[in-house]
DNA sequence: TATGAATGAGTCTTCATTCAT
DNA sequence: GATGAATGAAGACTCATTCAT
């Protein structure tokens, strides 16, 4: 007890949450375009055309809003690297394919990567102190692609590096050209489809052995 | 004399650039450990000791105070590129030497790699439509690394792929290491300098023809 | 007793007054402990087990709320006084006991008490303005102490002052102790029982002929 | 630290403090006509003649406006009854202006008094839990008195009762006749004048020995 | 040059209340 | 009779910025 009278419950489920969903549906946007910081709760009331109170009906607070949009991102991001088909025995064109299929998610959902990777607030040194990193969705989507390196690895098909190394020096390849792509898009790439392709052959070219 | 006790020590005035300076320093260690949106033009003048109008002499707008750092950010780590020994006819060493220099840079000042590559502010969409993306520094920073793989390629030491787009991808495999250690602390990385030596070693070994 | 796992246990209808008493009686529990203004119909219609709109079914406003439990406060005091046994010729331990009947429903009833002597709200100098002082119970309950000390001093056993003057002093004396002990729980008093019974001595003691 | 940057320094001292003072005789005629809960930030301001902001350079909080005045509140009651002239031997005529001073003072400065002591905020169960329940300029008008009645007592001018008790009761005595006429101005009472002379003489008499 | 003082616009959030169902 | 959903108005508070001095 904090020394207020209880709070009454809130996350209502306006018909069956539709309400909810377009309120999420209408902040990644915002968010995305905009940056977290820079959009107000009324904006997003506004987007989604309701008063600045309903939201409240949904959200108990903006950040909560923000937090949701992260875990989904997450679970999305997740969810498209674990339904990817792959064979019996893991070959290195499964772990191409799980290559691509990170790029095409972020390529495709940029606000929700943003949202997932790239945004200041979750990442400032002092929240550090007091919040875990990553939220499981996290370690779930380098868990794929560390599996991924692991199993190689065991079958020698990866060079000559710890799996854990490789996985995370593979993340990184990955999050660079995703998150320079979303972050500058004015800047002078080359034919994109053609960047990709090459940045992932190269990548995949340096971890597994020939 | 003021008499004033328990107020900030008045640096000694000096040449109007000493207190810019001043003001750019307590503001890029306030925006890189704060996010540039939680940090008030109160908070900056308070850590430099002047009062929050003085800032206005010195800057007409809180955004460009971010810009400045912005641009130095971009300079400094061209500066640190360009001013890299090279050998006469430039070899596969003075890349990988590239290479480690940028990360040095973004590890060693993280906020200013925070500020020039990494932030929210001057780089979302609606920006993108009225500024020109990145400023020169950007350029020309990225612009070292693309004529040192263009001269490699010249010289036929780079693998068989156009040196625009080697080049791009470099840049990507960098960025990607040090925006994820710079914004994700705690994550179980491995050893950093092992995690570094290794991911560098296999971006020179994918662009390097051997 | 309302069963606070979870949700609230929907009372069973019954006719509409039981309604009306549950909201009164949660609303007097919340007020007299978080004070009438921190506490939202929001809590009120939880602690009942009721939607908020059904709470204006049985009041038309929050402020009806208070009032309601205000003359119900006034009205209860007003009871007790009045069903005291009294002996047919008016004695000084009659009054006596009437003393104690009213300092023991302030300390048995602290929330009533508050709520019909103590609240800022309906008390404040803008509303005596439109609204009448005192509800009805309200000069009821003084009117009982009244007419004790005229009955008393036709029988000349009240010292020498007008009984209007006695019976207001009186009044102040009860009031005094009651809403100190009430309002500052805390505070270093001897010991509570002795304290209300010296008080009361003394207060008679002044009052009454000997 | 609580993640947030430091905050700057509030309290700024306005020519003097004279908007200080500006503000804080506003806000106490305004609490007292309203009652705290009931009154806005922006009503200071609008009846100081300021913006809302302004109000934040002198007070950090709209508690910290209430605070101050409760302490001042206490801090006046308690000089009124300091300064009071008194016999090198006290007399029990010393002890009666006392008590006539604190009747004064609270009836002269209705609003002061209804803050010191009247008031729901600060004296609401769940703060005591937090808060220790008087400030010290409550305890040293209380202080006075108990002094006075001690002082008294050895010279055996009292009613044999325990002083601790007597001052308490003395108090509750005086507490009960201010605060109900500043609570219920409409309410038909006697003579004022005569109301409070009677008061007092009985209590004095009640209290000291003849 | 520097600043004390001030502010309009804006932040998130909570409230009592209404209305269609 | 009851409610899920919604809202206008208001709450305290913070911001970047200006201006007279």
Do not use: C
Request: hydrophobic share 45%; no cysteine; charged share 20%.
């Amino acid at each position: 007890m904090t020394g207020k009278a209880a709070r009454s419950p809130r996350k209502a489920k306006g018909h069956g949450g539709e309400r909810r969903e377009e309120i999420l549906t209408a902040a990644l946007r915002l968010f995305g375009e905009f940056g977290i910081h820079a959009v107000s709760t009324r904006q997003i009331a506004a987007a989604v055309g309701i008063s600045q109170p309903t939201l409240y009906a949904y959200f108990s607070t903006k950040d909560e809003i923000g937090e949701e949009l992260h875990n989904r991102a997450f679970a999305q991001l997740a969810a498209r690297l674990t339904q990817l088909p792959r064979s019996r025995i893991l070959t290195q064109e499964d772990l191409s394919a799980a290559l691509k299929a990170y790029v095409d998610f972020g390529l495709e959902q940029p606000d929700a990567y943003r949202i997932a990777f790239m945004l200041e607030t979750a990442t400032h040194r002092t929240q550090f102190l007091t919040k875990p990193d990553l939220p499981a969705g996290s370690r779930e989507s380098f868990g794929v692609l560390h599996q991924m390196v692991v199993a190689l690895h065991e079958q020698a098909l990866t060079v000559d590096l710890d799996p854990d190394t490789l996985a995370q020096s593979l993340w990184a390849g990955l999050h660079g050209l995703v998150s320079l792509l979303i972050a500058r898009p004015g800047f002078p790439w080359v034919e994109r489809q053609h960047l990709i392709d090459s940045h992932l052959g190269l990548l995949a070219g340096a971890v597994l052995r020939r």
